[in-house]
């Protein structure tokens, strides 16, 4: 028998979106699936479109509750959710048919998995095809390396917490995913089909921090501090990381000096 899968849509004030993300659900092929809309204290229309897809399908399920930023509207939605996995996706995002289907026969195959995604692609302001790095779970502690809509294990979720809710700046997907998968030693794994579809749009949440480092720094700061010994076992004191890179910088240099030196004798035109 499939095992339910439950999927968390947080919305707030992006129902024009919202037609086209759930109408990538209802077309699933895999249908053994519940769809919680959670409406975040919207001022928009967002009540009127997640009761008209209620009405159309009863696996959509409209709750709201009062605005408390996006890891609130998942972690209230996840802990009313009835499946035992789940899959968190943004109002105005879209997933590819056989995204659900795919994944979880992936974890049945890998059961120790702790959160499976997919390839994606652009659309909107931008498109084209997402280039994500092969997972590494080091480098995860230094930058995200996948989107929010991983799919997880609902009892992993209750393990660690859920989403942490102080954080309503951005970037909680990625404290979430190191929360997850070092605390409970797990590891992620990428499908080899593109099922994730990311809408580029000026006014998104993320743009003005990935453009502005002094946005940056805080939530740094927060998920170091907050994994602090997860970043020593692994990576080491910082000054012994720093202390890498002036070594890396030094070889660099010596190496610069070094091919300079031979382009000189020999005449070689290219310089580094």
């Keep these: 028998m499939n095992e339910l899968v439950s999927i968390i849509v947080p919305c707030y004030n992006q129902s024009e979106y919202m037609d086209e993300c759930l109408q990538s659900v209802l077309d699933q092929t895999y249908k053994n699936w519940e769809c919680i ?8 229309n967002t009540e009127d479109v997640g009761l008209k897809w209620q009405d159309k399908d009863p696996r959509f399920i409209y709750l709201r509750k009062e605005n408390g930023g996006l890891s609130s509207a998942r972690n209230f939605g996840i802990l009313n959710a009835r499946g035992k996995y789940i899959l968190p996706l943004d109002c105005d995002d879209k997933i590819g048919t056989e995204y659900l289907k795919s994944a979880i026969e992936k974890f049945k195959e890998k059961p120790d998995i702790g959160v499976i995604y997919c390839q994606a692609e652009f659309f909107g302001n931008k498109k084209g095809k997402w280039h994500l790095p092969p997972f590494d779970k080091k480098f995860l502690l230094c930058e995200n390396q996948f989107f929010c809509s991983g799919i997880f294990l ?29 605390t409970l030693n797990k590891s992620a794994y990428q499908l080899r089909y593109t099922g994730f579809y990311y809408r580029q749009k000026e006014d998104s949440m993320i743009v003005p921090i990935n453009k502005n480092e002094n946005l940056r720094l805080p939530i740094y ?52």
Aim: charged share 30%; proline share 2%.
């Design 37 to 44: 809309v959670v409406n975040d204290g919207s001022p928009d």
């Design 154 to 182: 609902k009892k992993d979720w209750e393990q660690i917490g859920g989403y942490d809710e102080n954080m309503k700046k951005g970037w909680e997907d990625w404290e979430f995913w190191i929360n997850l998968l070092y």
């Design 221 to 272: 700061n927060y998920i170091y501090e907050k994994h602090k010994e997860i970043y020593y076992s692994t990576l080491g004191h910082p000054i012994f990381a720093y202390k890498r890179i002036m070594h890396l910088e030094d070889k660099n240099r010596l190496f610069i000096l070094f091919f300079n030196k031979i382009r000189s004798i020999f005449n070689i035109k290219y310089s580094i």
